[in-house]
């Protein structure tokens, strides 16, 4: 795929959702860091409805650390691995008051080194609540750009990395979340929509449906 090809599926793209963001609900960095542990092989329609209820109790890592693990679980226990997850937040927020007063570091390498924040946690944090330009690869992403032509790749980091050689500095603030609703909505796993595809005539998958 060339540079004009990129340029034009990102143009429509932005066209259509001109401001695009994460479906998961937050207000603060804390909130995001929590909801983005939680996702993990879980739907953020599942999160939201378990920190619709947690965040008003706490949002906070005191907070949370007030709750304790038992009592996070009863607000978490409908997202699949909850147990662990509630572990990993629970270490996670003691990390946080004790290296960083308690406040969400802006740094890949501090982010990585909490407990239950992998690199595409930290690429989602970095990028969503610090608005710096990273480009987070879950299943979705890493589908869309292998099947289009985007930026082929056989691991997710290596589909990271040509994303961000490959898409224009213009769009890299926004790309991660149109590759994920566009994988999300459109480009499906099973059977892509193609025929509700804004960028058909651009993509490169040979076996596009009707």
Request: proline share 5%; with cysteine; hydrophobic share 40%.
């Amino acid at each position: 795929m060339n540079r004009e090809k990129r340029v034009e599926i990102f143009r429509r793209l932005r066209d259509t959702n001109p401001n695009p963001t994460t479906e998961l609900h937050y207000s603060t960095p804390f909130e995001l860091l929590i909801a983005v542990v939680l996702s993990a092989q879980a739907t953020d329609r599942g999160v939201n409805a378990a920190t619709t209820h947690l965040f008003p109790v706490a949002n906070t890592p005191e907070a949370i650390l007030e709750l304790g693990e038992d009592g996070l679980k009863q607000h978490i226990r409908t997202i699949g691995l909850f147990n662990s997850k509630a572990a990993n937040i629970i270490r996670l927020c003691r990390q946080l008051l004790t290296c960083h007063g308690g406040q969400v570091p802006a740094d890949r390498d501090a982010l990585e080194a909490l407990p239950g924040v992998g690199r595409k946690t930290a690429n989602v944090i970095l990028n969503t609540a610090f608005g710096k330009p990273t480009i987070a690869v879950d299943t979705h992403i890493f589908r869309v750009s292998n099947r289009t032509g985007l930026a082929r790749g056989k691991t997710v980091l290596e589909v990271e990395r040509r994303l961000e050689r490959y898409v224009p500095r213009e769009f890299r603030q926004d790309a991660h979340h149109w590759l994920i609703l566009h994988g999300r909505y459109v480009c499906v796993a099973r059977r892509p929509r193609c025929a509700a595809c804004i960028i058909h005539d651009l993509c490169e998958y040979p076996e596009k449906t009707d």
